[in-house]
């Protein structure tokens, strides 16, 4: 199975966050969802990817869209990852990889992919980059979400 295509459905899934909480994406039904699979918390270039997102999300709460990031790390990773970089929105543990899995991100490595979730729940942007790129995930899924409101 290969990585999610625009126009399928966004598998369901329930992951817990920093604190435990479980999130499932049945919450964020009706509005736009940006999902970003990122391999590590402790990699610069994730980091980065993690901080834009940051810097940028009050732009997606204006569009009506909501952030989630997800990757492998423990939650006890993320609380600490989650306080040194002041991340304002929701990360989550995908521990064993399951669902990153589900949605065709994880191969040898993990990978650096992006999902745009419409409100009815299909995905409407698939963007996987290279180790090294990172801004482009934020300013396309900008780009999808101002799409999708304007339809």
Not at 12 to 38: E, Q
Not at 39 to 68: H, L, Q, S
Not at 98 to 110: Q, S
């Amino acid at each position: 199975m290969g990585i999610m295509k625009i126009g399928e459905i966004a598998p369901d899934f329930t992951l817990p966050n920093k604190d435990g909480t479980l999130f499932n994406l049945k919450d964020f039904a009706g509005k736009p969802l940006v999902i970003f699979f990122y391999p590590n918390n402790i990699g610069w270039v994730c980091t980065r990817e993690v901080c834009y997102f940051r810097d940028c999300y009050e732009k997606f709460v204006e569009m009506g869209a909501e952030v989630i990031g997800i990757s492998p790390n423990t939650m006890d990773n993320h609380k600490k990852f989650h306080a040194a970089h002041r991340v304002n929105y929701t990360i989550l543990s995908d521990k064993n990889g399951a669902i990153g899995k589900i949605y065709g991100v994880n191969g040898i490595l993990p990978g650096r992919v992006t999902f745009v979730v419409d409100k009815n729940g299909k995905i409407a942007l698939n963007h996987h980059t290279t180790w090294l790129s990172h801004s482009s995930h934020i300013e396309n899924s900008l780009r999808i979400i101002e799409l999708l409101n304007s339809q």
